[in-house]
């Protein structure tokens, strides 16, 4: 992927790809990444099920990142800007285990209230394609 991604940077991963560039030199036994992502898994989902049952909530959000996704939890992203580079910014809700529900209805919710939603400029992306 990184090579693929390499030969077109600008149209294929136009924010850059460091996270695929340190996982491809990473030496990590394949062993050790079990182990890795079984404790992440664990420590991750446990973590945000204390959060959901404490408050007795549905639905966490984030800003941008994925602290969530070692718990192998549903979530979803809301756009709702753009940085000054233009690359997107968005919210990420997440649920607990088999919350998808709950999620997708916050979605549709939010997008009927019009949040700040960067409208996509096609006619500039379109000229600038090869």
Request: proline share 6%.
């Amino acid at each position: 992927m990184a090579a693929t991604n390499a030969e077109d940077l600008a149209n294929r991963c136009p924010y850059g790809q460091r996270s695929i560039t340190g996982a491809v030199d990473d030496a990590l036994s394949e062993e050790d990444y079990e182990t890795a992502v079984s404790h992440n898994q664990a420590v991750t989902s446990t973590a945000i099920n204390k959060i959901l049952d404490r408050y007795n909530i549905d639905v966490l959000f984030f800003p941008q990142g994925q602290q969530y996704a070692a718990a192998g939890f549903p979530a979803i992203s809301i756009p709702v800007g753009l940085q000054a580079d233009g690359q997107p910014v968005g919210l990420v809700f997440i649920a607990g285990f088999m919350g998808d529900g709950h999620l997708l209805t916050l979605a549709r919710a939010l997008e009927q209230k019009e949040l700040v939603r960067p409208i996509p400029d096609l006619d500039t992306t379109i000229a600038a394609l090869p």
